[in-house]
T-cell receptor, first 110, second 111 residues
Framework: NAGVTQTPKFRVLKTGQSMTLLCAQD?????MYWYRQDPGMGLRLIHY???????AKGEVPDGYNVSRLKKQNFLLGLESAAPSQTSVYFC?????????FGDGTRLSIL | SQQGEEDPQALSIQEGENATMNCSYK?????LQWYRQNSGRGLVHLIL?????REKHSGRLRVTLDTSKKSSSLLITASRAADTASYFC???????????FGTGTRLTVIP
């Protein structure tokens, strides 16, 4: 049972490039989330999904897009990366209240 | 910001001692959760306490909640080196489609 798996684990991008972060969960959870973690800021919610085919904005959605075409996958896209998006990105899934987190993607934008 | 605030920001203790960390929040909540994060890893859910509960135990963990003071504490008894990690509180409330995390307490347990 892998839980929540994020790929890639590390990535370096140049300003203006695009990329997609993949999150996969094998626990059949309805809810999935994308957070970013920055020093001194705690975790901030970017986007979330309450079920297959649904997405909604969180606290800091600007510059990101998401898709949930399959229940087990939640994709986070950066269309035109900016240095301010340098962060550690965490995906989480949940059957209700508690969150199950992946181990993160460390993203640097130069 | 609606997030909780943990106190202290950092705590260093000897193995075998107890560790206490606190969380304060701003709004009336439905639930408060505590998570642990080891270096380079994702957060792990430890315990959830509901707004109508005052104390909850799980193994060596004891969580208290004082809704009148809008605060919670996490006590780790008989600490071990493996407890070295950052600990975060997170709150949710009616109407919030989100779980708001604090900035964490970094605990170091010295063997």
């Amino acid at each position: 049972n892998a839980g929540v798996t994020q790929t890639p684990k590390f990535r370096v991008l140049k300003t203006g490039q695009s990329m997609t972060l993949l999150c996969a969960q094998d626990m059949n959870h309805e809810y999935m989330y994308w957070y970013r973690q920055d020093p001194g800021m705690g975790l901030r919610l970017i986007h979330y999904s309450v079920g297959e085919g649904t997405t909604a904005k969180g606290e800091v959605p600007d510059g990101y897009n998401v898709s949930r075409l399959k229940k087990q996958n939640f994709l986070l896209g950066l269309e035109s990366a900016a240095p301010s998006q340098t962060s550690v990105y965490f995906c989480a899934s949940s059957p209700g209240l508690g969150r199950h987190f992946g181990d993160g993607t460390r993203l640097s934008i130069l | 910001s609606q997030q909780g605030e943990e106190d202290p920001q950092a705590l260093s203790i000897q193995e075998g001692e107890n560790a206490t960390m606190n969380c304060s929040y701003k709004t009336s909540i439905n639930n408060l959760q505590w998570y642990r994060q080891n270096s380079g890893r994702g957060l792990v859910h430890l315990i959830l306490i509901r707004s109508n509960e005052r104390e909850k135990h799980s193994g060596r963990l004891r969580v208290t909640l004082d809704t009148s003071k809008k605060s919670s504490s996490l006590l780790i008894t008989a600490s071990r080196a493996a407890d070295t990690a950052s600990y975060f509180c997170a709150t949710d409330w009616t109407g919030a489609n989100n779980l708001f995390f604090g900035t964490g307490t970094r605990l170091t347990v010295i063997p």
